[in-house]
C-alpha cells in the first residue's frame, strides 16, 4: 500500500517537458548518422565496410557504454551532463561534415557518442523523481522526446546537406548551444527536488532486499534485447523483403518503415497511462504477446491494411520504452542510473546483433526466412516476461 504522502506526489509537467525537449536534440544525432553515411562515404572514398565501422563506433559509444555513465551518476551528482550532454552531442556532430579524413571523422562520431551516453542515464534518473505517483505515464513524456528526434533526426540532417552540401552539417550546433544554455539555467529549480528526493530514497532503500531482484533484472534486460531485435530487424528487413523480394517501389517500403516508427511514438504516450492503470508487468505480458498475432498478419496482407497493421504493432512494440525503464528503476531503486543504462543503453543497443543474425538466416534460405524469424521473437519475449517477479517483494 501507498502512503498518501506518496499519492500526493504530483508529476512536475515542466520539467519533464523541458528534459523530453533536450532529449529529442540529443537523439536527432542518432537519427542523423545513418543517413549521413552516404555522403561521408562519397567525400572521402571509403568502403562499405570502413562505413560500417563508424556506424559500429557510433553504436557502442552512444549506448552500450551507458551503464558506465550510469555507475558515476548513482556514485555523485552529475546534473551538469543534462546541459553538457545534448551540446556535446551535437558539437561532435555538426563537425563530421568538416573532417578531411577517416580517423577524423571517427573521433567525431565518438564525441557524438559520449555526449548521447552521458545524457541518457541522468536523464533517465532525474526523470524518475519528477514522474510522480504515475510513472509509466511521466516516463514516456520524458522518451517520446527520444523517439522523436531519432526520427526527425535523417530529415533535419539530408535537409542540410542537400541545401548547404556536406558542411551544412554545422547547422546541427545550434540547437545544441540554445538547449545547453535553457538547461543550465534551469539546473537550480530542476534538481534540487531531485536532491531531496534522492536522499530520502537512499534511506528507504536500504531497508530492500535484493533477493530475486537481480534475476528479474537479468530478465527484462533479456526482454529488451529482444524487443530491440525485433525493432531493429522489421526496420532493417522491410525494405529487403520489399524492394528485393517483392519487387515493390523504394519509396513503398520507405514509407512502411516511416508508419511503424511514427506510430511508435504515438504509442508511447498512450500506452503508458495504461501500463499505470493495468500493472507494468501486465501491460508488458499483453504488448509482447499481442505483436505474434500482429506480425502474422503483416506478413500475410497487402495493401493498405499493411500499414494499418504496421501503424499498430509499431504501437504496441514501441508503447513499452517508458514502462521497461521503471520496472529496471523499480528493481534496481539504488542504482538508478545503471538501471536506466542497462535497459536503454545497453539492451536497445544490442540491436545490431539481432540485425547481424537475421542476416545469416537471410544469406542461408532467404530473406522471407529471416522475416519469419522475426515471428518468433514475441514468444520467446513472453515466455520471459511471465517468468519475471515484479513487483518485486520488500
Same mark, same amino acid.
Given at each position: 500500500?501507498?502512503?498518501?504522502?506518496?499519492?500526493?506526489?504530483?508529476?512536475?509537467?515542466?520539467?519533464?517537458?523541458?528534459?523530453?525537449?533536450?532529449?529529442?536534440?540529443?537523439?536527432?544525432?542518432?537519427?542523423?548518422?545513418?543517413?549521413?553515411?552516404?555522403?561521408?562515404? %562519397?567525400?572521402?572514398?571509403?568502403?562499405?565496410?570502413?562505413?560500417?565501422?563508424?556506424?559500429?563506433?557510433?553504436?557502442?559509444?552512444?549506448?552500450?557504454?551507458?551503464?558506465?555513465?550510469?555507475?558515476?551518476?548513482?556514485?555523485?551528482?552529475?546534473?551538469?551532463?543534462?546541459?553538457?550532454?545534448?551540446?556535446?552531442?551535437?558539437?561532435?556532430?555538426?563537425?563530421?561534415?568538416?573532417?578531411?579524413?577517416?580517423?577524423?571523422?571517427?573521433?567525431?562520431?565518438?564525441?557524438?557518442?559520449?555526449?548521447?551516453?552521458?545524457?541518457?542515464? %541522468?536523464?533517465?534518473?532525474?526523470?524518475?523523481?519528477?514522474?510522480?505517483?504515475?510513472?509509466?505515464?511521466?516516463?514516456?513524456?520524458?522518451?517520446?522526446?527520444?523517439?522523436?528526434?531519432?526520427?526527425?533526426?535523417?530529415?533535419?540532417?539530408?535537409?542540410?546537406?542537400?541545401?548547404?552540401?556536406?558542411?551544412?552539417?554545422?547547422?546541427?550546433?545550434?540547437?545544441?548551444?540554445?538547449?545547453?544554455?535553457?538547461?543550465?539555467?534551469?539546473?537550480?529549480?530542476?534538481?534540487?527536488?531531485?536532491?531531496?528526493?534522492?536522499?530520502?530514497?537512499?534511506?528507504?532503500?536500504?531497508?530492500?532486499?535484493?533477493?530475486?531482484?537481480?534475476?528479474?533484472?537479468?530478465?527484462?534486460?533479456?526482454?529488451?534485447?529482444?524487443?530491440?531485435?525485433?525493432?531493429?530487424?522489421?526496420?532493417?528487413?522491410?525494405?529487403?523483403?520489399?524492394?528485393?523480394?517483392?519487387?515493390?517501389?523504394?519509396?513503398?517500403?520507405?514509407?512502411?518503415?516511416? /508508419?511503424?516508427?511514427?506510430?511508435?511514438?504515438?504509442?508511447?504516450?498512450?500506452?503508458?497511462?495504461?501500463?499505470?492503470?493495468?500493472?507494468?508487468?501486465?501491460?508488458?505480458?499483453? /504488448?509482447?504477446?499481442?505483436?505474434?498475432?500482429?506480425?502474422?498478419?503483416?506478413?500475410?496482407?497487402?495493401?493498405?491494411?499493411?500499414?494499418?497493421?504496421?501503424?499498430?504493432?509499431?504501437?504496441?512494440?514501441?508503447?513499452?520504452?517508458?514502462?521497461?525503464?521503471?520496472?529496471?528503476?523499480?528493481?534496481?531503486?539504488?542504482?538508478?542510473?545503471?538501471?536506466?543504462?542497462?535497459?536503454?543503453?545497453?539492451?536497445?543497443? /544490442?540491436?545490431?546483433?539481432?540485425?547481424?543474425?537475421?542476416?545469416?538466416?537471410?544469406?542461408?534460405?532467404?530473406?522471407?526466412?529471416?522475416?519469419?524469424?522475426?515471428?518468433?521473437?514475441?514468444?520467446?519475449?513472453?515466455?520471459?516476461?511471465?517468468?519475471?517477479?515484479?513487483?518485486?517483494?520488500?
Amino acid at each position: 500500500m501507498k502512503s498518501a504522502e506518496e499519492k500526493n506526489v504530483k508529476m512536475n509537467w515542466k520539467a519533464l517537458a523541458l528534459l523530453s525537449i533536450a532529449h529529442l536534440i540529443t537523439d536527432v544525432n542518432q537519427g542523423a548518422l545513418p543517413a549521413l553515411l552516404p555522403f561521408f562515404k %562519397e567525400s572521402l572514398g571509403l568502403s562499405y565496410t570502413m562505413a560500417g565501422v563508424i556506424l559500429l563506433c557510433g553504436n557502442l559509444t552512444s549506448s552500450v557504454i551507458q551503464p558506465v555513465f550510469g555507475y558515476l551518476s548513482d556514485k555523485r551528482s552529475l546534473g551538469w551532463l543534462l546541459y553538457a550532454g545534448p551540446f556535446i552531442a551535437c558539437l561532435g556532430m555538426s563537425a563530421t561534415g568538416l573532417m578531411p579524413n577517416y580517423l577524423l571523422l571517427v573521433s567525431c562520431v565518438i564525441i557524438c557518442g559520449f555526449g548521447i551516453a552521458g545524457y541518457h542515464p %541522468e536523464g533517465f534518473k532525474t526523470a524518475y523523481f519528477l514522474t510522480g505517483e504515475k510513472k509509466a505515464t511521466g516516463m514516456s513524456i520524458f522518451t517520446v522526446g527520444g523517439n522523436l528526434g531519432i526520427a526527425l533526426g535523417p530529415i533535419l540532417s539530408l535537409f542540410l546537406v542537400t541545401t548547404y552540401g556536406l558542411k551544412g552539417t554545422l547547422g546541427l550546433v545550434v540547437p545544441g548551444i540554445l538547449m545547453a544554455g535553457v538547461i543550465a539555467l534551469s539546473i537550480p529549480w530542476l534538481t534540487t527536488p531531485v536532491r531531496l528526493a534522492s536522499k530520502k530514497t537512499k534511506e528507504e532503500i536500504e531497508k530492500i532486499s535484493s533477493k530475486g531482484r537481480h534475476t528479474s533484472l537479468l530478465l527484462l534486460i533479456a526482454i529488451v534485447i529482444i524487443r530491440a531485435w525485433i525493432q531493429a530487424g522489421l526496420i532493417t528487413y522491410i525494405p529487403f523483403y520489399y524492394i528485393n523480394y517483392l519487387k515493390e517501389n523504394p519509396i513503398y517500403a520507405a514509407k512502411l518503415v516511416s /508508419t511503424f516508427l511514427t506510430a511508435g511514438a504515438v504509442g508511447t504516450l498512450i500506452g503508458a497511462p495504461l501500463a499505470d492503470r493495468w500493472g507494468h508487468k501486465t501491460f508488458l505480458c499483453i /504488448t509482447i504477446i499481442i505483436l505474434f498475432p500482429l506480425l502474422l498478419l503483416f506478413y500475410n496482407t497487402q495493401g493498405l491494411i499493411t500499414f494499418v497493421i504496421l501503424a499498430i504493432a509499431g504501437m504496441v512494440l514501441i508503447s513499452t520504452t517508458g514502462v521497461v525503464v521503471v520496472i529496471g528503476q523499480t528493481l534496481l531503486p539504488q542504482n538508478l542510473g545503471v538501471a536506466s543504462g542497462l535497459v536503454v543503453g545497453f539492451g536497445v543497443g /544490442t540491436g545490431g546483433i539481432g540485425v547481424t543474425l537475421l542476416g545469416v538466416i537471410a544469406d542461408a534460405w532467404g530473406v522471407p526466412m529471416a522475416m519469419k524469424a522475426i515471428l518468433l521473437l514475441p514468444l520467446i519475449g513472453f515466455g520471459l516476461s511471465l517468468l519475471m517477479e515484479y513487483p518485486p517483494k520488500k
